[in-house]
């Protein structure tokens, strides 16, 4: 049974990668899984309908049968149980993949969406200005610690797996910021994953949809 996910009718990155059905998007190409795209309006997403599959009224959302999922990092643990190429064999190596998933969501990400919110959310505050520097300096340690996990090596833990498919799906936000580029290790990790045919396909099918190119929907 082909799986259906949601994404953004219109995104408001611009279909630059950011919204999190990329993330899905890029699971289901790792696995080589097809899947079909179902486009929902802001305000659909607050439709009964949709709040239904999304009790936050978010995208993505995975259908696959009598199963209905949310949460971007929930939907890529699924479809890497579900399928071979995402999580290695060894049990331990897959409970380490695992814990960089958690770590992805839980550790990485929140101090990034502190930095979306200051510059898009909270610009016009007298404040924004001084808070934007500690937001920073606070990805700053986090990315300096993930530099230090990484180290010399292509992928954090052996093989690329879909604890570094959400770990780069976290770190794309940083792209614009030039943060990234502070920690040259963690640039060409980013890089690495960007330049993996999975991911060029996840890309594509998510710009095409802002592009007004998109088959579905």
């Known amino acids: 049974m ?15 990668g950011l919204a ?9 190409e790792e696995v080589g899984q097809p899947y079909e795209v179902r486009l929902v309006s802001f305000s659909a997403m607050k439709e009964p309908a949709h709040l239904a599959l999304h009790p936050f009224g978010q995208i993505p959302t995975y259908e696959e049968g009598d199963l209905a999922l949310f949460e971007s990092g929930a939907i890529v643990f699924h479809i890497a149980e579900r399928h071979a190429g995402l999580l ?3 049990v331990n190596a897959r409970a380490r993949a695992i814990a ?7 550790t990485v990400e929140p101090p990034i969406l502190d930095l979306v919110t200051v510059k898009f959310l909270e610009g016009d505050q007298p404040w924004s200005e001084q808070r934007r520097p500690i937001v920073m300096d606070r990805i700053r340690d986090r990315l300096k610690q993930l530099s230090a996990c990484l180290g ?15 770990v780069v799906g976290v770190l794309l936000r940083l792209k614009a910021s030039g943060l990234l580029d502070e920690y040259p ?18 890309f594509a099918a998510q710009l095409a949809v802002f592009t007004g190119e998109h088959p579905n929907g």
């Open 100 to 106: 960089w998933m958690f770590a992805a969501v839980n």
């Open 88 to 90: 290695p064999d060894d």
């Open 185 to 202: 290790n963690v640039a060409a990790y980013v890089a690495r994953a960007e330049a993996r045919a999975a991911f060029k396909r996840a």
């Open 2 to 16: 082909i799986p259906t996910i949601t994404a953004f009718e219109r995104s408001p990155d611009r279909g630059k």
């Open 20 to 28: 999190r059905d990329m993330r899905v998007r890029w699971a289901l």
């Open 152 to 166: 010399d090596a292509d992928w954090l833990d052996g093989a690329f797996s879909a604890g570094d498919l959400m």
